[in-house]
């Protein structure tokens, strides 16, 4: 099969087999019009999606195969890593389950870095379930950052709003600790880099939120804005020609629906970014890893253990980083090729040189 007769080739980790993955892979491509735009591949077993598919009477079709050069066109293809019988108790965690998710989340790390497929959307995981002397990370995000060799940027995507986050899997009596003027301005500058090789927005506005409350009221709630968060970002401004603007109090940014001014919003830890965006767009969000020479993008919920069986699982979030996944990798693949064969330009002295990438004015990788 040719390469290009097979579009956007997804591969899909079919996360915590106990929790809803299987349910919103099977009804996400349920619906043929999926495959106009992308090939996709679970990497789990048919005897997985056979089972889900008859405990929910699901119609959804899909084709075993054993080698992922067997990949077929519009067809959900499914990747048989397991032959043997696999004990689903459906809502369970059980650390069993978890050691499959691993594996179908290695495995597919590993087509992705050898080019057998384009892009990576991760079903999601129970975080404890998954831990095991080969598998110490708090989630999908760390262990990509680490293969990669990159700077991982948690960022998450949707048509209302993009949040990033300077800190996010830590706990918020260490925040302040993490939050420095080195840390702020790479999150900044991989949100930068991202919403213009990403999302083709040439010129980004960014918001940089404040750690404290009321941005620290000139030093009344705690002095990180005035002496951390305000320098970082007005260095970018001025040195950088980075559109950041900030620090911001986050209450009365979000109440005011300032957000909606600016392309992207970086916030200092979790809570503060994810909540205002999980409920400006829960169901159809995206959690993005940006940073990294490849694509992964994932669901903006988790297992869901207490609905899984049910049928009542609503896929539209998963359908929507199989959505984004495929945008970011046709949007990014045209910014390369645009950059590597743009004309170089002459200056007043008529000297030809070549324009310096944004990637190269950052001091950031592309």
């Known amino acids: 099969m040719h390469k290009k007769d097979l579009k956007v080739r997804v591969g899909i980790s079919i996360g915590d087999i106990n929790g809803i993955g299987p349910e919103i892979i099977l009804k996400t491509f349920s619906d043929n019009r999926m495959f106009d735009f992308c090939t996709p591949v679970v990497f789990g077993s048919t005897k997985i999606l056979?089972?889900?598919?008859?405990?929910?009477?699901?119609?959804?079709?899909?084709?075993?195969?054993?080698h992922l050069g067997q990949m077929a066109p519009k067809r959900l293809n499914v990747l048989n890593m397991w032959r043997e019988v696999i004990n689903?108790?459906?809502?369970?965690?059980?650390?069993?389950?978890?050691?499959?998710?691993?594996?179908?989340?290695?495995?597919?790390?590993?087509?992705?870095?050898?080019?057998?497929?384009?892009?990576?959307?991760?079903?999601?995981?129970?975080?404890?379930?998954?831990?095991?002397?080969?598998?110490?990370?708090?989630?999908?995000?760390?262990?990509?950052?680490?293969?990669?060799?990159?700077?991982?940027?948690?960022?998450?995507?949707?048509?209302?709003?993009k949040v990033s986050l300077v800190t996010d899997h830590l706990p918020l009596r260490h925040v302040s600790t993490q939050i420095t003027k080195d840390k702020i301005q790479e999150k900044i500058r991989l949100t930068h880099e991202s919403l213009i090789r990403d999302f083709g927005i040439e010129k980004p506005?960014?918001?940089?939120?404040?750690?404290?409350?009321?941005?620290?009221?000139?030093?009344?709630?705690?002095?990180?804005?005035?002496?951390?968060?305000?320098?970082?970002?007005?260095?970018?401004y001025e040195n950088e020609d980075i559109w950041a603007f900030g620090p911001y109090a986050a209450d009365g940014f979000f109440g005011s629906q300032a957000y909606k001014n600016y392309d992207a919003v970086v916030a200092m830890y979790h809570d503060q970014g994810l909540i205002p965006f999980k409920?400006?767009?829960?169901?159809?969000?995206?959690?993005?890893?940006?940073?990294?020479?490849?694509?992964?993008?994932?669901?903006d919920h988790g297992t869901a253990y207490e609905i899984t069986g049910k049928g009542i699982a609503d896929e539209s979030s998963f359908r929507q980083a199989v959505y984004e996944a495929v945008d970011i990798f046709r949007r990014r693949k045209e910014y390369d090729e645009w950059r590597e064969n743009r004309l170089p330009v002459k200056t007043p002295e008529h000297k030809t040189v070549k324009p310096a990438s944004t990637a190269e004015n950052n001091n950031d990788e592309a």
């Not at 056979?50 to 054993?66: D, E, H």
């Not at 409920?279 to 669901?299: E, I, K, Q, Y």
Request: no cysteine; net charge negative.
């Open 88 to 161: 689903i108790e459906m809502g369970k965690p059980d650390p069993e389950i978890g050691r499959y998710a691993v594996e179908s989340f290695k495995r597919a790390v590993e087509a992705l870095q050898q080019g057998e497929i384009d892009v990576l959307v991760t079903a999601p995981i129970n975080k404890h379930t998954v831990q095991s002397d080969d598998f110490e990370f708090p989630g999908h995000t760390d262990y990509l950052a680490q293969v990669s060799g990159s700077t991982a940027l948690m960022f998450m995507i949707s048509d209302e709003l």
């Open 205 to 236: 506005k960014i918001a940089v939120l404040a750690l404290n409350p009321h941005a620290g009221d000139k030093g009344l709630i705690g002095r990180e804005d005035d002496e951390i968060v305000a320098p970082a970002v007005r260095e970018l």
């Open 50 to 66: 056979s089972y889900y598919r008859k405990a929910l009477n699901l119609p959804t079709q899909f084709y075993g195969i054993g």
């Open 279 to 299: 409920l400006l767009s829960f169901g159809h969000g995206v959690n993005f890893t940006a940073g990294l020479d490849f694509v992964r993008t994932s669901p």
